[in-house]
């Protein structure tokens, strides 16, 4: 079967750094997601990794290791606009996507 | 932004009556996905469809059913509401197959008395 995990709740600073952790069993792997969605809205596309590595775009970095099945969204500069919940989502060997329950990330001032 | 539109976006109705809501798109996608989300709950698939004529069921068992006669259009209709299908409820679509991006539309909020 399939699984993911994340924590379920983060709190940082205004202008700090987080990473949030994404660990995930699957026996077919075609890609991992993070999205990002605001109270009340709808997700937003953030990042894909297929490979291993880092794929970075802008304040947002994403980490992908395929042998450990872990990846990690790196938030920096953070501001408190991105107040959210980050999910993480893995796309199966159907090309299904199978999500997390999300990290809800507070940030204070 | 991306061009994907629900109606309504909050519906209040009785146990018992048939709703249907509505998706429309048009980035010219063939896939599109209808999702139940609880608040601070996983996203959960209930279908989907890769083209017109396709429709599939999801993860999640569900009294729902779907239609795909238009690219364009993805409506989901519940033939008797009930409680337990208040949520939140989002329609998404997508085009590309490898990276597998979706695009949200805003979500359409179902209480059911």
């Known amino acids: 079967g399939q699984n993911i995990d994340q924590p379920t709740e983060m709190t940082a600073t205004e202008g700090a750094i987080v990473q949030i952790n994404c660990t995930y069993q699957?026996?077919?792997?075609?890609?991992l997601f993070w999205y990002q969605q605001h109270a009340g809205e709808a997700p937003t596309f953030l990042s894909y990794n297929v490979l291993d590595g880092l794929e970075e775009k802008g304040r947002f970095s994403s980490f992908l290791s395929r042998s450990k099945g872990y990846s990690y969204l790196l938030l920096k500069e953070l501001q408190m606009k991105d107040s959210a919940s980050y999910l993480c989502a893995l796309m199966d060997s159907n090309y299904q996507l199978i999500w997390g329950a999300g990290t809800k990330l507070i940030i204070k001032p | 932004e991306a061009d994907i539109y629900q109606t309504p976006r909050y519906l209040v109705i009785g146990t018992g009556k048939k709703i249907t809501l509505e998706c429309s798109q048009t980035m010219g996608h063939d896939k599109m996905y209808w999702y139940q989300q609880d608040p601070g709950m996983e996203l959960h698939l209930i279908h989907y469809?890769?083209?017109?004529?396709?429709?599939e069921k999801g993860d999640l068992s569900s009294e729902s059913t779907v239609s795909r006669i238009r690219t364009e259009h993805f409506p989901l209709t519940l033939e008797s509401a009930r409680p337990s299908h208040t949520s939140q409820y989002l329609c998404?679509?997508?085009?590309?197959?490898?990276?597998?991006?979706?695009?949200f539309g805003e979500g359409s909020r179902l209480t059911v008395l």
């Open positions: 469809s890769y083209g017109v004529n396709s429709t």
């Open positions: 699957t026996s077919g792997f075609n890609g």
């Open positions: 998404a679509s997508s085009g590309d197959r490898e990276t597998g991006e979706l695009f």
